[in-house]
């Protein structure tokens, strides 16, 4: 008895996307998590020499402005955004000729 399946089954239906969290995708998830682990830190630094009031205001305003500055980009500059602004920055802005004008003719 042979087993045949008419229907192909595909394993892995998410591979190919990225990883999406309300609503950052890919870069921007880790480049805010990143912030949160930095402004953590400095969270805990501050905790040490200012009040708890100051530390919780420092943090709050802090994380609501890493959220509000990278669903900026997200939305933005879209998927490959953070990749693309560092081509840009690495691309010369212009091309320079050290060559006479008299050689190029």
């Not at 595909?10 to 921007?28: N, S």
């Not at 305003?61 to 990749?83: D, E, I, P, Q, R």
Request: hydrophobic residues 50%; glycine residues 10%; charged residues 15%.
């Amino acid at each position: 008895m042979e087993l045949r399946s008419e229907m192909p089954y595909t394993v892995y239906k998410g591979l190919d996307k990225t990883v999406e969290f309300m609503g950052l995708g890919g870069q921007y998830l880790m480049l805010f998590f990143g912030g949160i682990v930095v402004i953590v830190l400095v969270v805990l630094i501050l905790s040490a020499a200012a009040g708890a009031l100051a530390t919780v205001l420092f943090a709050a305003a802090s994380l609501l402005g890493l959220w509000f500055y990278v669903t900026h980009m997200n939305s933005k500059y879209g998927k490959y955004g953070v990749m693309q602004g560092q081509a840009r920055r690495s691309c010369p802005r212009f091309l320079i000729s050290r060559k006479k004008v008299k050689n190029m003719l």
